[in-house]
């Protein structure tokens, strides 16, 4: 009978195991995680989006949280109170729309993620921090001016070619004859 190994071997060789296990589980876990923040490359500046407006609706606008903390929006996403996000009745989601105070003048934009309000005379339900950026938290409703968005591409580089110049010749240019 071939000798058993030692005690302290087996408890190494256990120990690798298990910390092989744990290592693999990470991996696991880790692919199983959400996409990952746009990276700014440094030395790159970010680019600015420029919209235009492809339709306008004009209404009461008011804002949810509380309750609604931690759940599952309509889109799927859980709604977090400092997302700049909002709820439309029929807007795609992912619309981008700017929202205007129309008592202060103050904007934000926002993303649709959500379906609603669904109060007669409601246009637009607005997260907690949206609502917050243009000042509506102590109003609750306020009127609106709801701009649906639409991103322009921004060209990142002047044209740097030379507009081509007309050749000038000593010859007359045809021209009818009178």
Aim: with cysteine.
């Amino acid at each position: 009978m071939p000798p058993s190994p030692p005690r302290k071997l087996n408890s190494y060789f256990n120990l690798f195991v298990l910390l092989l296990l744990a290592h693999a589980s990470l991996l696991i876990l880790s692919s199983c995680s959400t996409a990952p923040k746009k990276i700014i490359p440094v030395g790159q500046p970010p680019k600015e989006k420029i919209y235009e407006t492809i339709r306008t609706e004009r209404g009461i606008a008011s804002f949810y949280s509380g309750r609604w903390i931690g759940r599952k929006t309509a889109s799927g996403e859980i709604y977090r109170a400092t997302d700049i996000t909002a709820a439309h009745k029929s807007l795609p989601f992912g619309t981008i729309a700017r929202v205007t105070n129309l008592r202060n003048g103050k904007s934000v934009i926002v993303r649709i993620n959500n379906r609603g309000p669904f109060v007669k005379g409601r246009i637009i339900d607005l997260s907690l921090e949206a609502a917050r950026r243009i000042e509506m938290i102590s109003a609750g409703i306020v009127p609106v001016k709801l701009e649906v968005l639409r991103e322009i591409p921004v060209i990142s580089k002047p044209n740097l070619q030379k507009p081509k110049s007309k050749k000038t010749s000593n010859t007359p240019s045809h021209s009818p004859q009178t």
